[in-house]
């Protein structure tokens, strides 16, 4: 009996198969289906098309330099912290730069994607899978991420899409980790804003001796809600935030009131909807929503402050 049940593997030979032809093949015989390539290797850019879509802030007029310069004004640093005058055109000029680099950022990623060889990435990734790292993710043995044979279009996809969640992350942190050095530089080595924001500078002269007296002071803000009163100073903080308008005070020239900033103690003329004041114009741009750039009236009523913006047609 034994005898008439003995198996013979018989080997079948395609010449340049149809992809229909593999595809039907590889359905049904896809653990013994053996394809060999005679290119290893393939770039990304052969068969993937990345499109990436920018915030609309950064193809927009509110980062040109006529935009920026019209909000300029020479001596903004005289009105306070939380008045939209003074950072107002530094808040513009930050965004324009992190729009360009999130677009160098997005252009390294994708040009490293573009030229990586799918099979050097297949390799990596099979170490990786033998650590038990990727285990989770896909399950393919050793053999078929080294094989040299076709892969079935599945695997690609998957091994695609796995390469390109990758790149969108490392993108991500790369551009944030950017961001955090800023910070730290600025916290650590104690840079002080020229437009006297996070550290207010003053000078008094006393005629009589034709001397002066030189002051500084980092800045305070003092938010009270519910009876109860919140302190932050940019010196330990420089997250300090309030809701950027135009106030009246904000143009005397008190010392005391540029470095205790009390928002609800002063009248704002106007707010600016969405935007702050922060110990810098850069912690400003992080934790503003744009709201007023949406809304047409908002931007109308910047006119009253900004003249220049006469000039431009809005």
């Not at 015989?29 to 290893?40: A, R």
């Not at 399950?139 to 892969?151: P, V």
Request: one cysteine or more.
């Amino acid at each position: 009996m034994s005898t008439l049940l003995s198996w013979q593997e018989i080997i079948i030979t395609i010449h340049n198969p149809s992809l229909k032809t593999y595809q039907k093949l590889q359905d049904k015989y896809s653990t013994t289906l053996n394809c060999p390539c005679l290119i290893n290797t393939m770039s990304y850019k052969q068969f993937i098309i990345a499109e990436t879509t920018m915030h609309q802030i950064c193809s927009s007029d509110f980062i040109s330099e006529q935009w920026i310069h019209a909000l300029y004004i020479p001596d903004a640093s005289r009105y306070s912290a939380i008045d939209f005058r003074t950072t107002a055109s530094s808040q513009f000029e930050v965004l324009k730069t992190l729009c360009a680099l999130a677009r160098e950022n997005i252009f390294d990623a994708l040009f490293n994607l573009n030229d990586t060889q799918l099979f050097s990435i297949l390799k990596t990734l099979c170490a990786l899978a033998r650590e038990n790292i990727f285990d989770a993710l896909f399950n393919l043995n050793d053999t078929q991420l080294f094989s040299s044979n076709l892969l079935p279009e599945k695997q690609i996809c998957t091994q695609t899409n796995i390469s390109s969640d990758r790149i969108l992350r490392d993108t991500r942190i790369r551009f944030n980790n950017a961001l955090k050095l800023i910070e730290l530089s600025t916290q650590s080595n104690v840079i002080s804003s020229a437009l006297n924001t996070n550290i207010v500078y003053s000078a008094s002269r006393f005629a009589t001796f034709q001397t002066y007296m030189y002051k500084s002071s980092y800045t305070g803000w003092y938010w009270t809600e519910n009876n109860q009163t919140t302190i932050c100073v940019c010196q330990i903080n420089t997250t300090c935030t309030a809701p950027a308008g135009f106030y009246s005070f904000a143009d005397k020239n008190n010392f005391e009131l540029h470095t205790k900033l009390v928002p609800q103690q002063h009248h704002a003329s106007d707010v600016v909807p969405g935007f702050v004041g922060s110990c810098t114009p850069y912690e400003a741009v992080i934790e503003a929503k744009f709201i007023c750039l949406y809304d047409i009236k908002c931007i109308k009523k910047l006119v009253n402050y900004f003249p220049r913006l006469t000039q431009r047609k809005i």
